[in-house]
């Protein structure tokens, strides 16, 4: 599994666990949760929040080879933190 094809699945599986624990809060847990974020990350998403820490200024269109392979990383390793905030 190459970086980008983890990344792409940690994001999905990301917000299919929150569709499910949303699926079992109450009413009011659900509607301010999705107040709050009403859908999950898109993989473009994530990759551009990562671009912006990494790289300030550009794109992920605009890496190199190296920096793109940086960034999914970078983004994977987030994704498998279970402390992150």
């Known amino acids: 599994m190459t970086a980008a ?3 792409a699945f940690a994001v999905q599986a990301r917000n299919v666990i929150m ?3 949303r699926a079992i809060t109450s009413a009011i847990g659900k ?3 999705e107040a709050m974020k009403g859908q999950g990350l898109t993989l473009e998403m994530a990759l551009d929040k990562a671009v912006k820490k990494l790289f300030p200024g ?8 190296t920096q793109k392979r ?8 987030r994704r ?3 402390a992150r905030k």
Do not use: H, T
């Open 19 to 21: 569709e499910e624990i």
């Open 70 to 77: 940086q960034v999914l990383s970078r983004s994977l390793r």
């Open 58 to 65: 550009k794109s992920f269109a605009e890496l190199s080879a």
């Open 5 to 7: 094809e983890g990344e």
């Open 31 to 33: 509607a301010g949760a």
């Open 80 to 82: 498998a933190d279970p």
